[in-house]
């Protein structure tokens, strides 16, 4: 299902994910700990989440994910 071409939604929640990462590291300065570490986790799964969906192996497995 993958294609190697230039993907937007690929590149915005990489985007995404890096600005999360710094916002979570201000956050953590800040003594902030329980609110930066969900903060952390679910904006990194964002990204995750998208290419997970991009290496699937089929249609359906794409629909599933």
Do not use: C
């Amino acid at each position: 299902m993958r294609d190697d071409k230039e993907n937007i939604i690929v590149n915005k929640t990489f985007d995404f994910a890096l600005s999360i990462i710094e916002f979570s590291e201000e956050l953590y300065k800040a003594n902030r700990f329980p609110l930066a570490n969900q903060i952390f986790k679910s904006g990194a799964s964002i990204g995750a989440n998208v290419r997970e969906a991009q290496n699937a192996e089929s249609k359906a497995d794409f629909i599933h994910k």
